[in-house]
């Protein structure tokens, strides 16, 4: 063979071993990048799987613990002679945080009120300084003191927050809630004209500021157990709140 | 030896100033760490993320509600990426992706007159009672996080990466010295 033909074979060579070296390391970095690709998609996957069953609500399993309406507005909702622990609940009708908790967490509040294991006061307050907010929670919260038999107002309760108007709007239009009342069994004498003049107003806003204060709220929900301010990574997840509760009764 | 041939082109990275690819590490570090702790705060409470979400009301409740699950996870899954430095150009993509979302969903917030907390950092999109939102601060932070994002993209991986390491990162260190090629070889032997 001669020279240059030995050294074009050579090359030749040198060329086709590059290019299986270069498809190899191709295709070890393809599986690299898919083994990785796999491996985040799964965590994230597992990880909203995770969130999504952390966030899952109880089923009201029963009945309800009696319900009883507090001259100051507040109601209780206990099982005949449970006293502790007490869990207040600070909610304003207008807040969507406040309408969260109560669809991921109220039911497994009412179940471990009904199941003997805490007692449960709500405080219905008016945290909004600015307009539409304010005077929609004022309205909302101060028909539901107009409500006082303890069975009615929770219902009414909870229909305020299924039908709560976003912030941006004026909603809870005193027309709606004396619809909700009738719809939810509300039977108070006078409901309607309470409802419509803002008769139990000055007394829920005198009410509202005195807790805020007392309590040195930040911000609403705010669920305190036996005095203490329970964290959000708690109320949130409703096996974790049902814990907490439960071993506070212990 | 009397052999040449048209070596490929140079695997080099091309010149460049030797801290450059730290300054990479750094906006990689910043990055992660902004999204870590963020994703952090926010995923024991997926519930109050979701409300986080719906707060801005821009997209339909169950939209949202898958957002705000998987928002936290992804969030501390791309700040890990970004930590060691694996897939990072694309998580620098994703990274910049979601604060360009963030952006624009504050600034249409803000637009639209709402009054809500960014969840930025946990929370439910509510502000305490008599706060005020800062949306102006919110744009510009996550805005210079768009940029630290871009900035890895163009310049990727830095120093310190695992996509080095493993040979993903697109420039791969030079391992073709002269002669290696023929493994004991000798054509003119």
Not at chain 1, 114 to 140: C, D, M, W
Not at chain 2, 29 to 40: H, N, S
Not at chain 2, 146 to 160: E, M, S, Y
Request: glycine residues 10%; contains cysteine.
């Amino acid at each position: 063979m001669s020279k240059a033909a030995r050294d074009a074979s050579v090359r030749a060579r040198i060329a086709a071993q590059r290019e299986a070296e270069r498809k190899q390391e191709q295709r070890r970095r393809l599986a690299t990048i898919i083994t990785v690709a796999v491996v985040v998609l799964a965590v994230i996957g597992g990880g909203w799987w995770y969130a999504a069953e952390q966030s899952k609500s109880e089923e009201i399993a029963g009945g309800l613990a009696p319900v009883t309406v507090q001259s100051d507005g507040t109601a209780v909702m206990a099982k005949a002679g449970v006293t502790s622990p007490v869990l207040d609940i600070y909610e304003d009708p207008q807040c969507p945080v406040c309408k969260q908790l109560e669809e991921i967490s109220g039911p497994t509040i009412k179940n471990l009120a009904a199941e003997g294991k805490v007692k449960v006061v709500y405080h219905p307050l008016t945290i909004f300084s600015q307009e539409p907010t304010r005077s929609n929670s004022l309205r909302a919260a101060s028909a539901l003191r107009c409500v006082t038999d303890g069975k009615q107002w929770l219902a009414f309760h909870d229909r305020l927050f299924k039908g709560q108007p976003s912030e941006t709007v004026e909603g809870f239009k005193t027309d709606d809630l004396v619809k909700w009342g009738d719809e939810v069994g509300v039977t108070a004498p006078g409901f309607e004209s309470c409802v419509k003049d803002q008769k139990q107003r000055a007394a829920h806003e005198q009410t509202s500021a005195k807790t805020m204060a007392d309590q040195k709220l930040e911000g609403t929900p705010t669920l305190k157990l036996n005095g203490r301010q329970i964290d959000n990574n708690t109320i949130f997840v409703p096996s974790a709140l049902r814990q907490e509760i439960v071993n506070a009764g212990k | 030896m009397v052999l040449t041939y048209q070596k490929a082109a140079p695997d080099r990275p091309r010149t460049e100033h030797p801290a450059l690819p730290w300054v990479t590490t750094a906006a990689r570090l910043v990055l992660a760490a902004v999204l870590i702790v963020a994703g952090g705060l926010k995923i024991g409470a997926p519930a109050l993320s979701v409300q986080a979400v719906k707060a801005y009301q821009l997209l339909p409740d169950s939209l949202a509600t898958a957002i705000g699950y998987g928002l936290p996870i992804i969030e501390i899954v791309i700040g890990v990426l970004l930590a060691v430095g694996l897939l990072t150009r694309v998580s620098a993509v994703v990274a910049g992706l979601l604060m360009l979302a963030f952006v624009v969903g504050i600034a249409s917030a803000w637009a639209r007159g709402l009054r809500i907390d960014c969840g930025c950092f946990g929370g439910g999109g509510e502000l305490a009672a008599g706060q005020d939102p800062n949306y102006l601060w919110e744009i510009l932070r996550d805005f210079g996080l768009v940029i630290v994002a871009a900035w890895i993209f163009i310049r990727p991986p830095g120093r310190l990466a695992m996509d080095s390491a493993l040979g993903l990162s697109g420039r791969r260190e030079p391992y073709q010295p002269e002669g290696d090629i023929f493994q004991g070889e000798q054509p003119d032997a």
